[in-house]
């Protein structure tokens, strides 16, 4: 498996309160991205990293921003949550853009704001 | 634009009988196509891929998928399952230009029945 840790696992917070959820890799891949998961819409893109201090925007990033100040680290901050924001995230990681099929995935973190 | 379509959220199964689950695509370009397997609390795992070449494509696990391109489809088969198939398949899109451009399905939960 490839080394992907998220933490936390599970969180639960207040709606306007700021929340940090954090990517760890240990494979030393350049790219890395963050989804949420929820019920009739998959997988969507939030944000995405080509490299450090390098980010974009991704399908639904409005409410979020990341930070990567070094290659294992992926941050993803809800500056003041919403409910809306209850969801699955998931981070990933991928060694190249080229190679579309080697995209690895973490285990996921669940928050729910109340 | 690109888009994919699963075109059934849950697909209930009795145990060593066959089951396809649907996955259309719609692309103005050529695509690469992926399923994504998730086991519950986990992430996604990559199950086969698409890429060029041979039309009929093997996974892990027994699973095989057809890319048809005249239907614009590449379901997901496999001629026996398992109870521990269960778990819900993801179909996911991309013409290139790196993982933010990879569109995920909304997901196809299987319930292996005993």
């Known amino acids: 498996d490839a080394g992907i840790t998220q933490s936390p696992r599970h969180k639960v917070t207040e709606t306007g309160t700021p929340v940090t959820l954090r990517c760890h890799q240990t494979e030393n891949h350049r790219y890395m991205y963050w989804y949420r998961q929820d019920p009739g819409h998959g997988l969507r893109l939030i944000h995405y990293s080509y490299g450090v201090k390098d980010t974009d925007k991704g399908e639904v990033s409005d409410g979020y921003s990341v930070s990567r100040s070094k290659t294992e680290d992926f941050l993803l901050t809800l500056e003041s949550a919403t409910s809306s924001q209850t969801s699955v995230y998931f981070c990933?990681?991928?060694?190249?853009?080229?190679?579309?099929?080697?995209?690895?995935f973490g285990s996921g973190t669940q928050l729910s704001v109340l | 634009a690109q888009s994919v379509t699963q075109l059934d959220s849950q697909v209930p199964v009795f145990e060593e009988a066959p089951v396809e689950l649907r996955c259309n695509y719609s692309s103005s370009v050529s695509v690469y196509l992926f399923w994504y397997v998730q086991y519950p609390n986990q992430g996604l795992q990559l199950l086969l891929k698409y890429l060029s070449g041979s039309t009929l494509v093997k996974g892990i696990n027994g699973f095989e998928a057809e890319f048809n391109k005249s239907q614009t489809s590449f379901h997901l088969r496999k001629p026996s399952v398992h109870i521990s198939d269960t778990a819900e398949y993801f179909c996911?899109?991309?013409?290139?230009?790196?993982?933010?451009?990879?569109?995920f399905g909304i997901g196809t939960k299987l319930q292996v029945i005993p």
């Open positions: 996911a899109v991309t013409s290139g230009g790196g993982y933010q451009k990879v569109t």
């Open positions: 990933a990681i991928s060694e190249s853009l080229a190679k579309v099929e080697k995209l690895f």
